[in-house]
């Protein structure tokens, strides 16, 4: 069973082509890393992935999305409103039940965030908000996710620790990713874009990252 499918699709904004003849696709249990510079289509490319498929799947955006008034524990809460009705929600906003509190807990604590979880997000740093968004995704939970950037803010021993909590909570990881060297050490399947077009895609094992230094590392 293929999760994605993408045949010669084109994706432009406002006239401009963004993604161009892209077809590919993803089978249940991939570990995916989308590679290369700033501009390529890569957060195209995964908003497209997740507009296929949205049941299902949990989303850490490039920006977040969080609502920066509100609480750690509130804004990876709502990673389950659609399960709850309207009221509830609407009571848990103003006065949270000990077992909701509790359910969000372990996602807090896998992200080291557990100390912060009645700080409004906007009081964070940038790097704490986005262990915030990711523990978004781990409580909202499913089969896949697909995660834009999840550790650009993070340093690089708190970015393994994420990177490995995603992989162990997720059947089908797809990473866009910046850092080379992190794709290569997570991914099994390398889908490297640039200009909008696929340039190659092939598993990870035996590229190193000097290998792309040509394609993604120059603008």
Request: avoid cysteine; hydrophobic fraction near 40%.
């Given at each position: 069973?293929t ?5 010669g699709?084109?994706?432009g ?5 963004v993604?161009?003849?892209?077809t ?8 995916v890393?989308l ?5 390529a289509?890569?957060?195209t490319l995964l908003?497209?992935?997740?507009q296929q498929?949205?049941?299902g799947?949990?989303?850490?955006p ?6 920066k ?28 039940l ?10 807090l ?5 557990e100390?912060?979880s009645?700080?409004?997000v906007?009081?964070l ?8 968004a990711?523990a978004r995704a ?13 550790v ?8 393994r ?10 059947n089908?990881?797809v990473?866009?990713?910046h850092?080379?060297?992190?794709a290569?050490d997570?991914?099994?399947?390398l889908?490297?874009l640039?200009?909008g ?23």
């Amino acid at each position: 069973m293929t999760l994605f499918k993408l045949a010669g699709t084109h994706v432009g904004y406002h006239g401009v082509s963004v993604l161009k003849d892209i077809t590919l696709s993803i089978d249940p249990g991939e570990k995916v890393a989308l590679v290369g510079p700033s501009g390529a289509g890569k957060s195209t490319l995964l908003s497209t992935l997740y507009q296929q498929r949205g049941e299902g799947t949990a989303l850490v955006p490039q920006e977040y999305a969080l609502v920066k008034n509100l609480s750690v524990f509130h804004n990876v809460y709502m990673g389950r409103l659609n399960r709850h009705s309207a009221l509830t929600n609407l009571l848990t906003l103003i006065h949270p039940l000990k077992k909701q509190i509790a359910s969000v807990q372990p996602m807090l604590m896998e992200v080291g965030l557990e100390e912060k979880s009645n700080t409004p997000v906007g009081e964070l740093s940038g790097g704490q908000q986005q262990r915030t968004a990711v523990a978004r995704a781990l409580y909202q939970g499913g089969d896949v996710v697909l995660a834009d950037e999840p550790v650009s803010s993070i340093d690089p021993v708190q970015s393994r620790t994420v990177l490995n909590l995603l992989h162990s909570h997720f059947n089908t990881v797809v990473l866009a990713m910046h850092d080379i060297p992190l794709a290569l050490d997570f991914a099994e399947r390398l889908i490297g874009l640039r200009d909008g077009r696929v340039l190659f895609d092939r598993p990870s094992g035996g590229i190193v990252a000097e290998d792309l230094d040509d394609f993604f590392l120059s603008t």
